[in-house]
């Protein structure tokens, strides 16, 4: 369970979100423990992921916001910057991290991401390829490896 000083942050954090909702995004804690919340970002219109929604997993150890969250997707997403596994390669969520950043601006990072990967710094290179020389067969393996929430909820994910 979260300490109380990141019990505060986080709940400071959910009241943000809750009271200045931004469109294609939302995050909430689990039930039973504030340091796991699931969040949803939808895919940003004119890319490959216009319309789509992903749902992500977030976890907040005891050292944050002086840590970053461990942030996961857990809808099956094909992205330079995502591997096959969810883990993503944000330098906010790295070396760039700052106890400023909020849950809101890490979700607003990653919408933005899927528009615009760093292709120069890819997780999944065959993804980083294609966006830039073959944009149909990507938003054909986009769309070939999404999930719908419904259907990660029937999995169990």
Not at 54 to 62: A, I, Q, V
Not at 68 to 80: E, N, Q
Request: aromatic letters at 8%.
């Amino acid at each position: 369970m979260a300490s109380n000083t990141v019990a505060q942050r986080l709940q400071k954090e959910l009241m943000d979100l809750l009271t200045h909702p931004t469109p294609g995004i939302s995050a909430f804690p689990s039930d039973s423990n504030l340091s796991l919340w699931t969040a949803t970002i939808t895919g940003p219109a004119d890319t490959p992921y216009d319309g789509l929604v992903f749902k992500l997993s977030m976890e907040f150890s005891p050292e944050y916001p002086y840590k970053a969250p461990t942030v996961l997707f857990r809808t099956p997403i094909y992205h330079p910057n995502v591997d096959f596994s969810g883990r993503i390669c944000l330098d906010i969520l790295k070396d760039r991290w700052s106890a400023v950043i909020s849950v809101g601006s890490v979700l607003l990072s990653l919408q933005s991401l899927l528009g615009e990967p760093n292709n120069a710094s890819p997780l999944n290179g065959q993804a980083a390829e294609l966006w830039d020389k073959d944009p149909a067969e990507f938003k054909r393996l986009v769309l070939a490896r999404h999930k719908t929430p419904e259907e990660l909820d029937a999995a169990g994910l």
